[in-house]
Nanobody, 118 residues
């Protein structure tokens, strides 16, 4: 199982960025996908997640209305579209997978750094 996060970089406040999480070794039909972030000196927090087969999404209040999670079955990839970025969105972003019926996020990607700064 491998989750490969990419797409991070430097962006100005108000800008947009799209992160990708390429998934191999597990099926999006049987695993929920989540995005998390960890800012310097802070604990890791959940950003949002997408359920397995239904594909329903949920977001943290801090990003609701600005971030959108989507997926491409053909590429087995999940995306995090980030709009209206703020300096407080600066963090290392991780994608993770959780098997249906399992509580823990058992599979993690390596993280990609997003820096929002002018």
């Amino acid at each position: 199982v491998q989750l490969q996060a990419s797409g991070g970089g430097l962006v100005q406040p108000g800008g947009s960025l799209r992160l990708s999480c390429a998934v191999s070794g597990l099926s999006l039909d049987y695993h929920a996908l989540g995005w998390f972030r960890q800012a310097p000196g802070k604990e890791r927090e959940g950003v949002g997640c997408m359920s397995s087969s239904a594909g329903s999404t949920a977001y943290a209040d801090a990003v609701k209305g600005r971030f959108i999670i989507s997926r491409d079955y053909a590429k087995n990839t999940v995306y995090l579209q980030m709009n209206g970025l703020k300096p407080e969105d600066t963090a290392v972003y991780y994608c993770a997978a959780r098997e249906v019926g399992v509580r823990e996020w058992g599979y993690w990607g390596q993280g990609t750094l997003v820096t929002v700064s002018s």
